[in-house]
Structures are given as C-alpha cells and as structure tokens.
C-alpha cells in the first residue's frame, strides 16, 4: 500500500537534547512538507522540499533543520534551539509544482521536559 | 502573509443535522481543500477544489469554492457520530513566491456530533 509513514508515534527527550523525527513516503511524490500543530490550531509549515537535495523554510523555521537526500525520506531535527519544542509534528507530500492536494502521515507527538 | 479565517471554530450538533462551516481569505485562491482530522491523526484530504464556482460532493459532504475565489463552503448532510473531528479547510495561490504547492491552512473547525 503507498503512504506516508511517520515514526515514532510518541517521542519523549529532555529539554537541551535534539531529536530527529522520520518521515518516508512510497507515493513517488516529489515535494515534502513539515508542518508543527498545537491544540487548538491550525498547521503551521516549519519546512518543505520541492526536489532532492533542496529544501526552503517555511513559517516556522528557527530551531529546525531538514535534510532531503533521497526522494523517499525527509527527516525532521528538533533543535535545543527551539523554544517550544513539545507539538504534534505532521509530514506530507505532494506530487510537487502544480499538484496541490498534499497527503498527511499519522504524525509524531514529541514531549520535551 | 495570506490569511485564513475559517468559521465556526467549534460545533455541537445533534445526529441527524445538518453541518455547514466556511473558509475566507484576505487574498485570492486558485485551489481550496478541505481535510478531516480525527484526534491524534493526520489530516485527510475530502474534497479539492479547482475553478471558482465549483460544487463537488463526496457522499454526504459537500463544498464550493466560492465565485469570488476568496471564500469556500463544506456541507455535511444528516451527520453521524463518526463525523466527529476538526475539519480544515486549505487554500493555495498561483500567486505565491514559489509553486511548491504550499497550502495556508484555516485553524479548523471542531465538530462534536451527539448521538
């Protein structure tokens, strides 16, 4: 079955550490996206890629950092830097430039105390 | 930047009722969509939309993008418990920085249905 697959579903550090979060996708999508939720509120884009081996900013960017090697995967790495790290983190991909319909993952819920 | 105001931002309906919440937006839309999303889940696309004026349906869902392409409507008909969720609407412009298919999103509607 094609999908995007995020994991861990539940993810617990301590404040100060950075934690890398998966997202895969077997969809042969070419753009990626990142987006962080907090209750009660819409998405916001941390960070998106149209292509391998690019990657822009999106909303939200400062305490984030991505990388896009591959087509298949673009993980997500939650700095010490950021403030507020404690979200529900959603990955989703689309077909790219022109296609707008974008497919969620089951998304990753980080805790950090 | 773009903005979303998408109304109401909570439901309370009874089983049975009809549901009907929308989308504006401060600038204009070529495309809307609206997702579904159950607790600790990921959004799920429900209905595109793609030309102003367009009325499309999914079942018992129903939505249109508005005439002046700055708004978009969703209908639920005769709701069920499991239509329970925060729906969200998402629009995207030909006339962003880059086409990346980058979506602005509403900050959702939560709908609680009573059986």
């Known amino acids: 079955d094609g999908g995007i697959t995020q994991s861990p579903k539940y993810l617990f550090r301590k404040e100060g550490q950075n934690v890398t979060l998966s997202c895969e996708q077997n969809l042969n999508h070419d753009a990626m996206y990142w987006y962080r939720q907090d209750p009660g509120q819409g998405l916001r884009l941390i960070y998106y890629?149209?292509?391998?081996?690019?990657?822009q900013k999106g909303d939200i960017a400062e305490g984030y950092s991505v990388s896009r090697e591959k087509k298949e995967s673009f993980p997500l790495t939650v700095t010490s830097a950021q403030k507020n790290p404690t979200a529900f983190y959603l990955c989703?991909?689309?077909?790219?430039?022109?296609?707008?319909?974008?497919?969620f993952g089951p998304g990753t819920r980080l805790t950090v105390t | 930047g773009q903005q979303l105001n998408q109304s109401p931002q909570s439901m309370f309906i009874q089983e049975g009722e009809d549901v009907s919440m929308n989308c504006t937006s401060s600038s204009i839309f070529n495309t809307w969509l609206w997702y579904k999303q159950e607790p600790g889940e990921g959004p799920v696309l429900l209905i595109a939309l793609y030309k102003a004026g367009e009325l499309t349906s999914n079942g018992r869902l129903t939505a249109q993008f508005g005439i002046t392409r700055k708004d978009s409507f969703l209908n639920i008909s005769a709701s069920i418990p499991s239509d329970v969720g925060i729906y969200f609407c998402?629009?995207?412009?030909?006339?962003?920085?880059?086409?990346?298919?980058?979506?602005?999103f509403g900050d959702g509607t939560t709908l609680t249905v009573k059986p």
């Open positions: 890629s149209q292509i391998v081996n690019d990657f």
């Open positions: 998402a629009g995207q412009s030909l006339y962003s920085n880059t086409n990346a298919g980058k979506s602005t």
């Open positions: 989703a991909s689309s077909y790219g430039t022109g296609f707008y319909e974008q497919y």
